[in-house]
């Protein structure tokens, strides 16, 4: 009943509101926001919301490291990280100028082999204490592509299934690895990407057979999240769902893929059926669209939002 949340490049979130951004001059800024931030904290951030037991882990350094867990804790969420020298990054986000972002971020720590063993040491002694695995995000530097296909593999030999968040050539690096992932949640735009083709997001035929692809073979769940649109599903030895969900009001949609993540492992967790793990993850995704902060749900509107997402077999 415990999820393992895993952020390998976790960051100090900062937020700058501005009213206008001058470059090449001072910027004074009067309210600032540093929160925990990386898409692994976000699915916890949810997880925790919705009050399921989870853990978050990742590698952490540096004062900033211990400011970060400092954060997770005030917040009530439970974190057990490897350290490594260095230091845990930031990324700043400048509000400006009625509705403008401007982001600076940083690349984060490059890890040695050293720390890579060290971390799956450590993610080993986790494996025993949860039952099911995400991993979200980036690699940070140092590591090798196939490290979450090596995460995915041990998660495996310890009997516990891992899902994928990911994409590029880790993403791939995973699907191509005999041990598979059991489930992946790529965008329609990162589908597109993996498969060299553009998808249409419109075109749910078309996407029926761009998901029987050989490179999903042997993957058990790969839910494509098409924002305003649901979502498209491939699960099993090929059964097809479409998630359509009704139209709400969006306060912010960053972290919407992370809730639905959240969700998708929250409703497996709780041996819901397919078709509910679904209706469960886009309630989710759509919970946090209707927030201000990112990666956060308010679940007192969950079955109010459940009621808006109709799932269908395909
Ligand atoms: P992000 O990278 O911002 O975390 P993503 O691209 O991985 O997001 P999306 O497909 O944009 O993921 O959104 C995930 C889910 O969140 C959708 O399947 C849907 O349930 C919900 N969602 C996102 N955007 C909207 C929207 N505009 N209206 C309603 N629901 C939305």
Redesign the pocket.
């Known amino acids: 009943m415990t999820i393992l949340a895993v952020t390998m490049n976790p960051s100090i979130d900062v937020q700058y509101p501005l009213d206008h951004l001058q470059l090449d001059d001072v910027n004074r800024v009067t309210t600032v926001r540093k929160t925990a931030g990386g898409?692994g904290l976000?699915v916890a951030r949810v997880l925790h919301c919705l009050n399921h037991p989870l853990i978050a882990t990742g590698v952490l350094c540096g004062y900033f490291g211990q400011y970060l867990q400092s954060r997770l804790e005030a917040d009530g969420i439970r974190g057990d990280f490897a350290q490594i020298d260095g230091e845990t990054r930031s990324c700043i986000a400048i509000l400006h100028d009625g509705g403008q972002q401007t982001e600076v971020l940083e690349k984060g720590p490059t890890l040695t082999a050293d720390d890579a063993a060290g971390f799956l040491d450590h993610y080993r002694g986790l494996l025993k204490k949860v039952d099911l695995v995400t991993i979200s995000g980036s690699l940070p530097g140092g590591l090798p592509t196939d490290f979450y296909a090596q995460m995915v593999h041990i998660g495996h030999e310890n009997g516990v299934p891992v899902f994928l968040?990911a994409s590029g050539a880790a993403l791939r690096a995973a699907l191509e690895a005999d041990d598979k992932p059991d489930l992946i949640?790529p965008?329609?735009?990162?589908l597109g990407a993996l498969i060299g083709e553009t998808v249409d997001r419109t075109d749910l035929a078309r996407m029926q057979q761009q998901l029987q692809n050989p490179l999903f073979d042997g993957v058990d769940w790969i839910v494509v999240?098409?924002?305003?649109?649901?979502?498209f599903a491939k699960h099993g030895d090929g059964d097809f769902y479409q998630?359509a969900?009704q139209?709400?009001d969006?306060v912010n949609?960053?972290?919407?893929?992370?809730?639905?993540l959240a969700g998708l492992a929250y409703a497996t967790d709780r041996h819901e059926a397919a078709a509910d793990v679904l209706q469960t993850?886009?309630?989710?995704?759509?919970l946090?669209?209707s927030e201000a902060k990112t990666g956060f749900v308010n679940p007192d509107r969950f079955d109010d939002y459940h009621a808006k997402?109709t799932v269908t077999k395909f």
């Open positions: 898409k976000n968040d949640k965008n329609d735009e990162e999240s098409l924002g305003s649109k649901g979502a998630a969900i139209k709400i969006v949609p960053v972290g919407s893929g992370d809730s639905t993850a886009m309630t989710c995704g759509m946090n669209t997402v």
